[in-house]
T-cell receptor, first 113, second 111 residues
């Protein structure tokens, strides 16, 4: 079953708290992504991971960091969350080393108060 | 880097009519143009793509047209149905690793 799983689906945090968003995939995809979606802005890439411990900044990495210790797991960490990080976060994965078909998780709606 | 502009932020059509969503891109080296669909409250999923070696690709009621000279590609949906209502995103690659997405078009199919 080809699936990208994100946890949690909804999360409310206070400004300054740490946030951990988790993503898993069961397709042994090498490449994984974290995007955020804001109205009118489409999807903005935060980080790409090419494989275990091989990560690269996307277009908007500031305020975020990632961790990939196993191929099937990719975490997004917000240290000291800010209100402007309120958004919907999507994890995605793709086969191989190119931005071909992306498989998306169901998203995490994060609210930072 | 690549920039993708999606021209229609919203589009309303009557059930059974056709819908067209247009996108432009900036990088002449781009060779792969996928479209993704996001139904209300759900995630995105791939619907169709086109590569630069062709200028037209059809899959059932969906057709993608590519005009490399104008750096423009479009998604055509014929005989629209209520289940076609969704946000549609076009995308183009930036380098080998990254997809740049357009801002999305909210398509509403009215009965």
């Amino acid at each position: 079953d080809m699936k990208v799983t994100q946890m949690p689906r909804y999360l409310i945090k206070r400004m300054g708290e740490n946030v951990l968003l988790e993503c898993g995939q069961d397709m042994s995809h090498e490449t994984m992504y974290w995007y955020r979606q804001d109205p009118g802005l489409g999807l903005q890439l935060i980080y790409i991971s090419y494989d275990v411990d091989s990560n690269s900044e996307g277009d908007i990495p500031k305020g975020y960091r990632v961790s990939r210790k196993k191929r099937e797991h990719f975490s997004l960490i917000l240290d000291s969350a800010k209100t402007n990080q309120t958004s919907v976060y999507f994890c995605a994965s793709s086969f191989g080393s190119s931005a071909e078909t992306l498989y998306f998780g169901s998203g995490t709606r994060l609210t930072v108060l | 880097g690549e920039k993708v502009e999606q021209h229609e932020s919203t589009l309303s059509v009557r059930e059974g009519d056709s819908a067209v969503i247009n996108c432009t891109y900036t990088d002449t080296a781009s060779s792969y143009f996928p479209w993704y669909k996001q139904e209300a409250g759900k995630s995105l999923h791939f619907v169709i793509d086109i590569r630069s070696n062709v200028d037209r690709k059809q899959s059932q009621r969906l057709t993608v047209l590519l005009d490399k000279k104008a750096k423009r590609f479009s998604l055509h949906i014929t005989a629209t149905q209520p289940e076609d209502s969704a946000i549609y995103f076009c995308a183009a690659p930036s380098g080998s690793w990254q997809l740049i997405f357009g801002s999305g078009t909210q398509l509403t199919v009215m009965p």
